[in-house]
C-alpha cells in the first residue's frame, strides 16, 4: 500500500476485508465512478466458495472526491435465516442506500 498519497483515506490496492472469525470476502471498490445509482449483489460465499455462516456483517458505503467531501456509511446487519431489508443511513453525498437479504 503507498502510504505516501496526500489523501491517505483513499487505498487504490485494498480491495478485499475479511472478518475477524472468517474468511475473506469479496468488496466493490474502484477508481471515480459517475454519479448515480448502483447495485451490488452478493452471492453469499466466501473467496473459497463456501457459504458465509450467520452472523453479524458490516454493509459499508464509502464516496471520496479529490478536493471535495468524504462520506461513509457503515451499518452492522445481522445475517440469520430470515430475510430482511434495510434503510440505511445517509451523508453528505450518499442520498439513499439500502440492504437486502433473502433468495435472489
Known amino acids: ?17 475479511t ?7 469479496s468488496t466493490v ?8 445509482s448502483y447495485a451490488v449483489k452478493w452471492d453469499g460465499k466466501t473467496d473459497k466458495g463456501a457459504l458465509a ?15 471535495g467531501p468524504y462520506s461513509l456509511v457503515r451499518e452492522k446487519v445481522t ?7 434495510k ?3 445517509t451523508d453528505n453525498d450518499i442520498e439513499a442506500a439500502s440492504v437486502a437479504y433473502g433468495k435472489a
Open 87 to 89: 434503510t440505511l443511513a
Open 79 to 85: 445475517v440469520g435465516a430470515s430475510a430482511f431489508k
Open 53 to 67: 455462516g450467520q452472523g453479524d456483517y458490516y454493509v459499508c458505503i464509502e464516496t471520496a472526491r479529490e478536493h
Open 1 to 17: 500500500m503507498q502510504q505516501s498519497r496526500l489523501n491517505p483515506r483513499w487505498l487504490a490496492e485494498l480491495r478485499r476485508w
Open 29 to 36: 471498490s474502484s477508481a471515480t465512478r459517475n454519479p448515480g
Open 19 to 25: 472478518r475477524q472469525n472468517a474468511d475473506l470476502l
